[in-house]
């Protein structure tokens, strides 16, 4: 499937730099470069049968052909053609170049919707056919691919059509057992039920099949990885040593059931001496930081080290005040001890922030702390992955919303210890659809159990006539002394503009609450220092209210905190406004959400409506997948997955879920080594380089 595009009858270096243009370079891209939708041309009517709304295929002389140019800017072509049983108009805008094409006297054939409009029946812009003499229409279900300018169907379609007559056969990707099983036809007759179905039932059995190809071989190669990882022996935990209870001990809160079942299931695969790949997901304000927090500890209690990556600086610096925050009630424990004489496990706990920021001599302490040993716990950015960066006995890696990471850069951190555990963790609540697709290699634990006193986000979507109202709302929470975020999009396309929207309603503010409360802004553009100083007046409570762009989405944990309030909401995604919306409640004080839009669209209103509806964040993500559609898996690029090409996570759910089961027994039936020499070529193929080093090195 990698040979050349020169080797199809009739594709010559002008028709290649065409399928170029729509990335088709090989015949194996040209194959794989389905349809969009197909076209059922295999019933024609007669002019007379047409009826208003069908969509369908006629067949007519041309009886008359007229220009028009109502405007500037806008020519109509209307072409009329006829039969014995009556006239059809055909309309074609700002075409008027192909008048010339069409003779009185032709015969066409052509393929749309039926509209009537002025008195009679008409298409517009349908597929239109030109039959010469003694010519047949194409007819049965006819492929539309999508395409770019000066490429036409005909460039694809008859590169496809001569590839297929030149060949009788596809190597086969799947076990044959398995082809078996399912009963599945031939992959050459798949590809071409794919490019001309016979029948629709046909085009549906290929499209199944190549979906739970894909499935499977993706799937197949997040169990090699796992497998891969965990051939290895690593390390082995003792069970709970002092530092777990006594962290439990000083907790001020008992750990929901949630998050128990959650430790217990790390605390097992800490003791075993395979290593540790666990997926942790939890809604914003869950409770994961405690369980990560329990994890770091039972490394350290076993005279082990552990590391913590987040995606940017500001949840890096949270999780570190966080950790310290919960590790102080082992200080006056470790006290008592030490005078009881019981001073085994209960020293204090050494902890490191490591990120962009830290200064250069401080950064060789934590590099020498790190090294020696001496640092327990170091909590960083990508900072963690450089090279001068090394571990005395590493352990334990957890990793922050790996969406943000790439697989390479998780498994840079893995390397700096031997065959370390690794959990997962985060907060942006991912489909089990995804969950199986994306982080396949991993265990998943859930917590989805709030702690309790937390009382729900309430969520109101309103316009901007609602301005004035909400003013008097934030200033009668912020002199209640709570605070208020005021969140502005911000996107590249019109990121000036943004900025310029964002700075204005800071000023607005500012002014209207001038010398009454504190009002801060942040964005992107301003220097690390600059927003450290306004994000910590923020937690100290100086500033009551809070203009920012989105760069305080994640991470940002303020209790005090009780109004989110999203301007332009329609411009955010599902997930990230639930992302927002969890920014407050996360006190016991009751909490609101105001999602202002003045948008009428139909999409805008139901992305809003789940908002307002719902607080589970399962169900928003769900919501926000069907809504967006699967397109690229959360960012797979990133991660070393492909795109799916065919397979719809969504709609093929129960397709993923046996294609999983059936490379789990695959590779249990042949070992690890036979699998890696089958599926090694295609996996390459398809997951690409990073992917492969990973895999393979």
């Not at 169907?153 to 056969?169: E, K």
């Not at 909400?470 to 975020?485: D, I, N, P, S």
Request: glycine fraction near 8%.
């Amino acid at each position: 499937m990698d040979e050349s595009l020169l080797t199809i009858k009739g594709v010559g270096p002008g028709r290649v730099k065409q399928l170029n243009k729509l990335g088709i370079t090989d015949v194996s891209s040209l194959l794989t470069y389905f349809p969009r939708t197909y076209e059922d041309r295999s019933v024609s009517y007669l002019i007379g049968a047409l009826k208003q709304g069908a969509v369908g295929a006629t067949k007519g002389t041309v009886l008359n052909i007229q220009e028009k140019k109502p405007r500037r800017g806008l020519s109509i072509l209307e072409i009329y053609i006829g039969d014995a049983t009556g006239r059809l108009k055909v309309v074609l805008f700002n075409q008027g170049y192909k008048k010339n094409f069409y003779k009185v006297g032709q015969r066409l054939h052509v393929y749309g919707k039926v509209e009537f409009a002025y008195g009679s029946l008409q298409m517009n812009t349908p597929h239109i056919e030109i039959l010469r003499e003694g010519q047949v229409a194409e007819a049965g279900i006819v492929p539309v691919y999508p395409l770019v300018d000066g490429v036409s169907q005909f460039v694809i379609r008859h590169a496809i059509s001569n590839w297929f007559a030149a060949n009788d056969s596809l190597p086969e990707l799947l076990p044959t057992d398995i082809t078996k099983e399912h009963n599945f036809m031939t992959r050459y007759e798949a590809f071409k039920e794919m490019h001309n179905p016979l029948t629709v039932e046909r085009y549906g059995l290929a499209r199944k099949q190549l979906a739970y190809e894909e499935l499977f071989i993706m799937q197949a190669g997040l169990l090699l990885l796992r497998e891969r990882e965990q051939a290895e022996l690593g390390i082995k935990m003792q069970p709970n040593g002092d530092l777990v209870p006594a962290f439990l001990k000083a907790l001020p809160f008992a750990l929901t059931g949630d998050q128990q079942k959650a430790f217990n299931e790390i605390a097992a695969d800490m003791e075993d001496e395979r290593p540790m790949r666990r997926l942790l997901q939890g809604d914003v304000g869950s409770g994961k930081t405690v369980v990560g927090a329990l994890s770091l500890l039972k490394a350290v209690e076993n005279g082990y080290q552990g590391a913590l990556m987040a995606p940017t600086e500001i949840l890096a610096q949270q999780h570190y005040e966080g950790l310290t925050e919960l590790m102080a009630g082992l200080k006056p424990l470790a006290q008592a001890a030490t005078e009881q004489g019981q001073t085994a496990g209960l020293g204090q706990v050494k902890m490191a922030l490591l990120t962009g920021s830290t200064k250069p001599a401080e950064r060789q302490v934590i590099y020498e702390g790190l090294a020696d040993g001496t640092i327990d716990i170091v909590i960083g950015t990508h900072a963690l992955i450089q090279d001068s960066v090394t571990f005395k006995k590493l352990a334990l890696v957890i990793i922050d919303e790996q969406h943000r990471f790439g697989v390479e850069q998780r498994a840079t951190l893995q390397r700096k210890g031997h065959h370390p555990h690794m959990l997962v963790m985060t907060a942006t609540p991912i489909p089990r659809t995804m969950t199986l697709s994306i982080y396949g290699d991993l265990e998943v634990s859930l917590i989805k159990e709030m702690p309790p006193g937390r009382k729900p986000v309430l969520t109101y979507a309103v316009d901007s006539t609602y301005k004035e109202r909400l003013h008097r709302f934030f200033e009668k929470e912020m002199t209640a002394g709570h605070q208020v975020y005021v969140v502005c999009p911000l996107v590249e396309e019109s990121e000036k503009l943004d900025l310029v929207a964002a700075e204005q309603l800071y000023e607005e503010l500012a002014e209207k609450y001038h010398n009454k409360f504190g009002v801060g802004l942040v964005h992107g553009r301003m220097s690390a220092a600059d927003k450290e100083a306004i994000m910590d007046a923020y937690y100290k409570g100086t500033i009551k209210l809070l203009v920012s762009t989105t760069v305080i989405e994640v991470g940002v944990n303020v209790p005090n905190a009780t109004i989110m309030c999203v301007e332009g909401a329609e411009r955010f995604g599902l997930s990230q406004l639930h992302q927002l919306r969890g920014r407050v409640g996360r006190g016991s004080t009751q909490s609101y959400c105001i999602l202002v839009s003045d948008s009428h669209s139909e999409d805008s209103k139901q992305r809003l409506a789940v908002m307002t509806s719902t607080q589970d964040g399962f169900v928003v993500a769900e919501q926000d997948l069907l809504l967006r559609g699967s397109g690229q898996l959360f960012g797979l690029a990133q991660s070393g997955l492909p795109d799916l090409r065919i397979a719809n996570i969504l709609k093929d759910i129960d397709l993923l879920i046996a294609a999983r089961q059936d490379a789990k027994d695959w590779l249990a039936k042949l070992g690890f080594d036979e699998a890696v020499k089958l599926m090694k070529p295609e996996l390459l193929r398809r997951f690409g380089e990073s992917f492969q080093r990973i895999l393979y090195s």
